[in-house]
């Protein structure tokens, strides 16, 4: 059996590869089951995540991906991992890219003077790839409007906004794994 890749981009802050994401990749293993190679690197500088910093290990985690490769990334690390993409020049043939908690930056979002997203970043994203938001509506870390934020700058991406979750989702991605499976069937 064929394995499909799936690359999870943690989050930022103190423990968040040990203590706190890695309870969101076990949920997607238990939901997705052993179809699917669930790659979960540790990026560098957790506590103080930078785009700059992140971008060198994020380039070669991408170039390793085989095509159709599904592309998860949780909070900072949605953040960064779309912005990285937007970057990328070449269309890469990846199977979906969800944004999971992600706070947007830019209008109405939040600001930094480290990380720039391009006004027009939707059409920087590579075509035809299917986008998912996904956002807790009791999320008090990034809050759930910045999904919409990320609709108006990403046309055509879905938004799924989840009642009664937290930033990590209740540690429970069964909603998201449901949508990946769903690609499956559609190509």
Known sequence: MVKRQLLFVQGGGAGAHDEWDIKLV?????????????????????????????????DKE?????????????????????NVLAAHQEARPFGGIFLIAAPFVGKGGWSTAELKPPADLGKRLPRGVPIHLFHGLADTTAPPGHAHLYARAIPG???????????????????????????DHEG
């Open 26 to 58: 076990d949920s997607l293993r238990a939901e997705l089951g052993p179809r699917y190679d669930i790659r979960y690197p540790r990026m560098p500088g957790e506590d103080e995540p930078t785009s700059a910093g992140w971008k060198p290990a994020l």
């Open 62 to 82: 991408l170039a390793a991906l085989d095509h159709r490769a599904i592309l998860v990334g949780h909070s900072v690390g949605g953040t960064i991992l779309v």
């Open 157 to 183: 991406a879905s938004v799924h906004l989840l009642p009664d979750r937290d930033h990590q989702l209740n540690n429970d991605l069964k909603e998201v794994s449901t949508v990946i499976k769903s690609l």
